[in-house]
């Protein structure tokens, strides 16, 4: 069965980097792309961005670009979320989640079980 | 970017009961949206894609329909499990944008 599973819970300082990464089982890796959205406590689901893990090209919302990259380890099964210079309004959970479109259309039919990154001051 | 509107914000429904909750597109998405079920400490789960169509394993109660900019998930005769937060998706146009979310409770 297909599975995503993403690493534990980060605490980081405000300015800091947190890299989240996404573990995939269960299905060929490479021939599903891999998005990420995140979730502030109470709040929605806000869209990150997307890559493809065969050829590693990528696409950011305008919110993220300068300052969110998304990579992964093929040999591994694995995808990778970092994000920069951290303020407390980036305290969410972020999910990964497997698309089921192209280049970042597409809706998201599994996903991961969250990880849950809380920036302090 | 598409706003994507969701209403009502709280829906109270009796079990057994019929539930509509209403997805509203700032233009036109054709029929690209999804609809996603989320319950309290879990990621959410995909229910619809292509606005009409269920996904796998998804119970016949949920249904979903419209195209353009109006859209709609129904969820005849309640069952205990299905209250929980439901958002919808486009993803017609660049970035994709999700709801802000329906939560459907007991009445």
């Known amino acids: 069965q297909v599975q995503l599973v993403q690493s534990g819970a980060e605490v980081k300082k405000s300015g800091a980097s947190v890299k989240v990464s996404c573990k995939a089982s269960?299905?060929?890796?490479?021939?599903?792309?891999i998005n990420w959205v995140r979730q502030a406590t109470g709040q929605g689901l806000e869209w990150m961005g997307w890559m493809n893990p065969h050829s590693g090209k990528t696409g950011y919302a305008q919110k993220f670009q300068g300052r969110v990259t998304i990579t992964r380890n093929t040999s591994i099964y694995t995808a990778y979320m970092e994000l920069s210079s951290l303020t407390s309004e980036d305290t969410a959970i972020y999910y990964c989640?497997?698309?089921?479109?192209?280049?970042?259309?597409?809706?998201?039919?599994?996903w991961g079980q969250g990880t849950l990154v809380t920036v302090s001051s | 970017e598409i706003l994507m509107t969701q209403s009502p914000a709280t829906l109270s429904v009796s079990p057994g009961e019929r539930a509509t909750l209403s997805c509203r597109a700032s233009q036109s998405v054709s029929s690209n949206i999804a609809w996603y079920q989320q319950k309290p400490g879990q990621a959410p789960r995909l229910l619809m894609y292509?606005?009409?169509s269920r996904v796998t394993g998804i119970p016949g109660r949920f249904s979903g329909s419209g195209s353009g900019t109006e859209f709609s998930l129904t969820i005849t005769s309640l069952q205990s499990e299905d209250f929980a937060v439901y958002y919808c998706q486009q993803y017609n146009n660049w970035p994709q944008t999700f709801g802000q979310g329906t939560k459907l409770e007991i009445k």
């Open positions: 269960g299905y060929t890796f490479t021939t599903f792309e």
């Open positions: 292509g606005a009409s």
């Open positions: 989640a497997r698309g089921a479109g192209f280049s970042g259309y597409g809706s998201l039919d599994y």
